[in-house]
């Protein structure tokens, strides 16, 4: 549950009060089936995928269903503008579907629906009878390819890359695979030179750059930036991330002397470790964190090389920055239990789940939702606050940090609550 | 009387890559693994073999074959590692090859000599050690080697595409409804009890073993997930050819899809190699000391599912059963007493095979000898008449084994020996056997 980016926060409606949204139990009875729901990023809606009586598939928000329905429909999401989209099948044809209305083009095939980081981008992987390629805003990428395997869209949503696979390849062809038949493609055009194998891939903060992780020969790993490798390669690596506002990559490597952060292919916090990944840069664009394994089985969060001093013996997740870059959070598991640990200090309270953190805007306080005994709870600096939630959405702050939106289902019903922050402690 | 040659076997990934070798490449590889790459334990190892020969007689290679020292557990370290030792690396392409017919086609990295060294050897972590040698060769079997490139492209081991995986959960799910109808395969579903993955055949070509596990999960009420994008496929045959920076990104992928959708456990289904991999050395590549999701394998999920009483038995299964125990469940994981209760549970007429529990034989194809392929095959099931007589002497009709390497090599197996059996999957069995509360039924 990372903060995200809601480019229509301002306009909710941030009046405190506790509103009912829809009686969901009640869908259960009014439909064949019912699946999993969703809540609009303001709260207002909840939709989940039903079944009609006519066996067909269609979204249903709060009560209401969509006037179009599917022989199938899934990967139903709310971008964070708010728009409703699901992937929806009829005569064998595949489209998005947004807000009731299909796009217009359809496909063999469509999966893997992302939205940009500002909200505004939409977009999935497609294959046609040409070959695969991206649908990105409703437009179709002019290029095919043999295979696609994944897609990054830009922060602002314009442009879309991937991991695509240039020549057919039959089983068991182990000497033209040796060949490099992987590429990535940018807005639908293929980099330079092939690779073994390339993998995940990340754009720049102005869209206009792109890095993956590439394979060059067996055991030969590096990092290819807009299609040039670094000059070193490594015996493994992982997925890169650019530094905001500049062409720096930032990705771990695997050298003889253990896993070490680099930075262009160089060496960044001079420090090698047993294992380092999810590496995250803070709100100021230079801060930087990383989960790190100083030893075998243990693991701890890295600043700026900075280990904290405390390491958990199973699991440590994604670096969570205050928005001042002062403090870090993240959830963690030691001996089979989830907590969250706040600059390197566990929360007493243990539970079977915990997502990730969310600090408050000023800073002061750490919230998790977590899940223990059937339940899910909104635990606010390590203390379970509120009552046990059938359901717990995405919380959301408003901007000056007064307020707290919840999205919540108790007792069958949805609801939307408002409150303000100081009641949180 | 000298031994009987061995055959000489084809395959490109060994043939081609000899050509290209040369003594100085392989003393580099080998000196540099050997430096840098092995544990303490290795040394040990090496050091503490009296040469006894008493591991020997663990071996389903060595009885097969006529006790033909060559295919003893020791033998077989004697003809690879004592020799690149011996000769600080500087051997020939050509025993290169020997190298990797032993170590990838000869050997199952079953562990079963382990129990019978009077020291304890790890032989099979010796012969991994090999492997890892002929990998950094590129010195593979040409099949074994396509399925690690397809693991490295899809991290799945059967070229499987991400719109073929959704396409057929979504067909069997449909296939599901049909027979009961609160049937689901929710994907990517966040929180959910239950991450369950498979391994590539099943989508492939078994996707009917997908379509029951709906219909289980349905009548036992579990809260489950399947993911939609990479990372579905718990198994790993670079863990076996040595290549152990795939074999990392591949479970790295399995754990960070179940972390991502915040998923409780992963329960795997009916495989044994992927346990290993998933279990153990995967994990232990990437730094946790154990799984950072717990992971369950089919056996102990069915019998969760049998002893709580979630699902029921309507009528126990009458044709005479016995069991293949796949070893790295079994001898790897302790699961074997778990394995014959939910037999029990579900069969009127269960054999014991014998030898059992942890001193089962291997089926022989496992530890990735059935991914080397067709070129192959003939030793493969030559080398395992032991199992044959095993499960012959049983008298039992059909043999359960909850592992895809265990299925096909006992298949190849009874087709080899003409045993006129038949192999299943436990929950092909359970399919057929669960009670299904009306109110379900279509
Ligand atoms: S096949 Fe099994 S018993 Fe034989 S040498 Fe290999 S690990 Fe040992
Ligand atoms: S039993 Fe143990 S000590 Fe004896 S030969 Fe085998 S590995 Fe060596």
């Known amino acids: 549950m990372s903060p995200l980016f809601y480019p229509e926060k301002d306009s909710w409606d941030w009046d405190p009060s506790s509103r009912e949204i829809s009686n969901i139990d009640q869908w259960k009875l009014d439909f064949n089936e019912v699946q999993e729901f969703v809540v609009s990023p303001d709260g207002q809606k909840v939709a989940a995928v039903v079944q009609n009586e006519d066996e067909t598939f269609t979204p249903c928000i709060n009560g209401e269903t969509w006037e179009n329905s599917f022989e199938k429909a899934w990967s139903l999401k709310f971008s964070p503008d708010g728009r409703l989209f699901c992937l929806g099948m009829n005569d064998d ?5 947004e807000d009731d209305r299909p796009w217009e083009d359809s496909f063999e095939y469509v999966w893997n629906l992302k939205f940009s980081q500002n909200g505004k981008g939409a977009g999935a992987n497609i294959r046609t009878s040409d070959g695969y390629g991206v649908l990105l805003n409703g437009e179709v990428w002019e290029n095919k390819f043999v295979q696609m395997r994944s897609v990054e869209l830009s922060p602002d949503g314009v442009s879309a890359a991937g991991n695509i696979q240039i020549e057919a390849l039959s089983e068991g062809d182990v000497a033209k695979f040796r060949q490099g038949l992987w590429n990535i493609a940018v807005d639908g055009k293929p980099w330079d030179s092939n690779f073994l194998n390339v993998w995940d891939c990340s754009f720049s903060s102005d869209g206009g750059i792109v890095a993956a992780e590439v394979r060059l020969v067996s055991g030969r790993q590096t990092i290819a930036v807009d299609g040039k490798a670094w000059k070193n390669d490594y015996r493994a690596v992982w997925k890169p991330i650019f530094i905001p506002g500049s062409r720096d990559v930032v990705a771990p490597g695997l050298t003889t002397e253990g896993w070490k952060l680099l930075l262009n292919g160089e060496p960044l916090w001079n420090k090698s470790y047993n294992q380092i990944w999810r590496q995250t840069i803070g709100p100021d664009g230079r801060k930087l964190a990383a989960v790190v394994s ?11 090389g900075i280990s904290w001093a405390k390491t958990f013996g199973d699991v440590v997740l994604d670096p969570v920055f205050s928005s001042d870059g002062k403090r870090t959070a993240a959830g963690v598991k030691e001996s ?5 640990a706040v600059d390197g200090t566990p929360w007493p309270e243990k539970f079977g789940m915990v997502w990730d953190p969310v600090f408050s805007p000023d800073g002061k306080h750490v919230l998790a939702k977590a899940w223990r005994d059937d339940s ?18 995405d919380f959301v702050f408003s901007d000056d940090g007064t307020k707290l939106l919840i999205k919540c289902v108790e007792n069958g019903l949805c609801f939307r609550k408002v409150i303000f922050s100081k009641d949180l402690t | 009387m000298g031994l009987p040659a061995i055959p000489i076997v084809s395959d490109l990934g060994l043939d081609e890559t000899a050509k290209a070798l040369n003594t100085e490449q392989i003393a580099t590889v080998v000196n540099r693994i050997l430096d840098q790459e092995t544990a303490a334990r290795f040394k040990v190892y090496l050091n503490t073999c009296v040469h006894c020969g008493l591991c020997s007689d663990a071996c389903h290679w060595f009885l097969s074959n006529d006790r033909d020292p060559r295919f003893s557990p020791v033998g077989k370290v004697k003809q690879t590692l004592w020799e690149i030792i011996r000769k600080k690396g500087h051997v020939s392409p050509e025993f290169m090859k020997d190298c990797s017919r032993i170590a990838h086609t000869e050997c199952n990295v079953c562990r079963r000599c382990s129990m019978y060294c009077p020291f304890g050897i790890d032989i099979a972590y010796l012969l991994l050690v090999v492997r890892r040698i002929c990998h950094e060769l590129g010195m593979v079997p040409q099949f074994l080697q396509d399925t690690v490139n397809s693991h490295s492209v899809t991290m799945n081991q059967m070229w499987v595409k991400q719109d073929e995986w959704i396409d057929t959960l979504q067909w069997q799910e449909e ?25 590539a055949p099943e989508p492939k070509i078994l996707a009917q073993l997908i379509g029951n596990i709906a219909q289980i999960m349905a009548v ?28 990392g990104r591949v479970e790295r992928a399995h754990y960070e899809s179940a972390l991502k959708l915040k998923s409780r456990r992963i329960v795997m289904g009916e495989c044994g190699h992927a346990f290993r991999g998933a279990a153990y050395d995967g994990p232990k590549w990437l730094g946790w000391r154990e799984p950072p999701i717990p992971l369950i394998h089919a056996v102990d999920f069915y019998h969760e599912l049998l002893t709580t009483g979630r699902i029921k038995i309507a009528k126990k299964f009458e044709t005479p059963v016995t069991v293949q125990e796949p070893c790295n469940i079994v001898r790897g994981r302790g699961l074997g007493q778990k394995l014959r209760e939910i037999i029990s549970m579900v069969c009127e007429d269960f054999r014991l095979p014998e030898p059992g529990l942890e001193h089962n034989y291997c089926c022989g194809a496992g530890g990735g000898t059935i991914n080397c392929g067709p070129p192959w095959k003939t030793s493969r099931v030559k080398g395992n008449r032991v199992k044959a007589e095993q499960l012959a002497a049983t008298k039992a009709h059909i043999i359960i084994t909850p592992c895809h390497n265990c299925h096909s090599g ?11 059996m038949h192999v299943k999957f436990f929950s092909e069995i359970l399919m057929e056997v669960m009670e299904v509360p009306d109110e379900l039924k279509c």
């Open chain 1, 93 to 97: 044809e595949w489209t998005i579907i």
């Open chain 1, 294 to 304: 100083p030893e075998f089985g243990q693991w701890t969060i890295a600043i700026d």
């Open chain 1, 336 to 340: 089979g239990k989830w907590t969250v």
């Open chain 1, 376 to 393: 899910y709870m909104l635990v606010v600096d390590g203390k379970i606050t509120g009552p046990a939630y059938e359901n717990l959405f």
């Open chain 2, 175 to 199: 296939e599901a409804k049909g027979e009961i109808k609160t049937s689901r395969i929710p994907l990517d579903k966040e929180g959910a009890d239950v991450f369950y993955s498979v391994i």
């Open chain 2, 220 to 247: 036992a009420k579990v809260d489950w997930t399947m993911p939609s994008l990479d990372g579905w496929d718990n198994s790993n045959m670079a863990m076996y050819s040595g290549d152990f920076e795939i074999m």
């Open chain 2, 410 to 420: 006992i298949e190849d197996i009874i087709s080899g020996y003409k045993l006129g």
